[in-house]
């Protein structure tokens, strides 16, 4: 049987991101990532034929794949990427009536939160994981500590800044569900087809969250 997300994220709590035009392309990153040991990716919708190359990745990838959109920025978008069969949605800030709509619909949601505010927010729309965003810019990990002083039943997961350097610190916080990053799908890697070089750096961010937790 397939874990689910939470089971996912609990044994290898990294969520690497995709923004791949080309589906060949997308799919072949995806699958160099679930090699190395991360089966939960995250599509970001950046460019106009991103949303094709979540689609391929669910049509197409092999192996036991949770894909999801990130970068949603509408009700809308948020919709469109449910429709196409995004299993969970991410947004860079936390819009209420995506919120509200994830919610309904029973879609994992994670918001991008950064101020005592929006997390607030986040936790009286009913929402107990949001997006740490941008993790670096916002605080980091002193930030993280604070939060979870405050907000002790909401879980993070830190992303922009976030790389194998700073991984450990991130994912030992017992407030951290998973952390998410682009260093895992380097522009240049997957431009020239160097798929093995993803699967390791997937293969060491597993490690180092291993020994982290």
């Known amino acids: 049987m397939s874990k689910s997300l939470s089971e996912r994220l609990a044994a290898a709590p990294v969520v ?9 392309r997308a799919v ?4 160099a990532l679930a090699a190395g040991g991360l089966s939960v990716i995250e599509v970001v919708m ?10 391929a990745i669910l049509a197409e990838a092999t192996g036991d794949l949770i894909v999801g959109a ?33 919610l309904a619909e029973n879609i994992p949601f994670y918001p991008g939160t950064m101020t005592a505010g929006e997390v607030q ?37 830190p992303t922009g ?10 994912v030992a916080l017992p407030s951290v569900l998973a952390c998410g990053g682009s260093w895992l ?3 240049e890697a997957v431009a020239i087809g160097d798929y093995s070089k993803i699967t390791t750096l997937a ?6 969250a291993a020994q982290a937790r």
Do not use: H
């Open 16 to 24: 690497p991101l995709i923004g791949e035009d080309d589906a060949g």
């Open 28 to 31: 072949k990153t995806a699958e």
């Open 46 to 55: 950046r460019s106009p034929d991103a949303q094709k190359g979540m689609e």
């Open 70 to 102: 990130g970068t949603v920025l509408t009700l809308d978008q948020a919709k469109s990427v449910r429709a196409s069969g995004a299993q969970f949605i991410v947004s860079p800030e936390l819009v209420d009536e995506i919120a509200e709509y994830c």
């Open 121 to 157: 927010r986040a936790y009286a729309l009913g929402l107990r994981e949001v997006k740490f965003f941008p993790a670096s810019l916002a605080g980091g990990v002193p930030m993280l500590k604070a939060f979870s002083s405050v907000f002790r039943e909401m879980r993070f997961m």
């Open 161 to 170: 800044g976030v790389s194998a350097a700073n991984l450990a610190e991130f």
């Open 185 to 187: 799908t380097p522009k």
């Open 203 to 208: 293969s060491e961010a597993v490690a180092i």
